[in-house]
């Protein structure tokens, strides 16, 4: 089970139907409606939820947020353990709620800010690669 708590500044809405009139639903986020005098809707807003949401690894859900963890150079959610931090390929990020958001308990250096480590090997790789195909066509 992958377990995440919502990033301050991304929203992720929830796949599935929408249904005409009702406010879109993202993960790990609540819809919080702020009213006027009158009682008329002012605005909509989209704090983050007290509790990690668990959502099955194997199910279409699981496997969309897995693949987004590989293309994102920063992710929509924080892993809520170290197991899901680990089947993301991401570093463990201790957060805690502030403000109706979730933040990290400690300044991240940038490296771990962006959750870049799965990229910046992706390009070594890949640097190693046209390296070694330039070295194979210049013989």
Request: charged share 35%; aromatic share 8%.
């Amino acid at each position: 089970m992958l377990r995440f708590y919502a990033r301050p500044g991304h929203v992720l809405p929830w796949p599935g139907p929408k249904f005409q009139g009702q406010p879109v639903r993202y993960i790990g986020r609540k819809t919080k409606l702020f009213r006027d005098d009158a009682g008329e809707v002012v605005a909509i807003g989209h704090p983050a939820i007290e509790q990690p949401v668990e959502i099955d690894e194997n199910s279409r859900e699981g496997q969309r947020i897995l693949r987004l963890f590989r293309i994102e150079n920063e992710p929509p959610l924080w892993p809520a353990d170290t197991e899901t931090a680990k089947a993301c390929g991401v570093p463990y990020v201790d957060v805690e709620l502030k403000d109706g958001e979730w933040r990290p308990k400690r300044p991240l250096p940038e490296r771990l800010g962006r959750l870049g480590r799965r990229r910046e090997r992706v390009q070594q790789r890949e640097t190693k690669k046209s390296s070694s195909t330039t070295q194979e066509g210049d013989k």
